[in-house]
């Protein structure tokens, strides 16, 4: 399940939990993308609310779309306990040219702070 918030125009918020799969990414994706058709440029924080499985190709699939529309994604903050999405992280930091930044689940509102500060 995705439940999305805006705490400003250009920042949108996912909070993920169940399967992170294609059909999730889908959802993100088009939700971004109004955001971006809407106000161009934009910063994503995402969080972990539970996820329960996710699969190789998800994972995949959003690199791929925020590689493609990284002139319009400035920063993404990913707030997980999970190791995986810390691996995620640093793997996705060499291909994005987007600032991309992991925080711990108890340093959510760094993260929030942090992605909400458009300097």
Known sequence: MLSTFSFSQKTIGFLIDGDFNTKAVDELEEVILNKINQHGAVNLFLEDDGIENFTLSAVIQQIYFKHKHALQINKI??????????????????????????????DRLDALSWVSDMS
């Open 77 to 106: 903050a990913i707030v997980s306990d999970m190791k995986w999405a810390k691996a995620c992280v640093a793997f996705e930091k060499l291909f994005l040219s987007s600032t991309i930044k992991h925080f711990a689940i108890e």
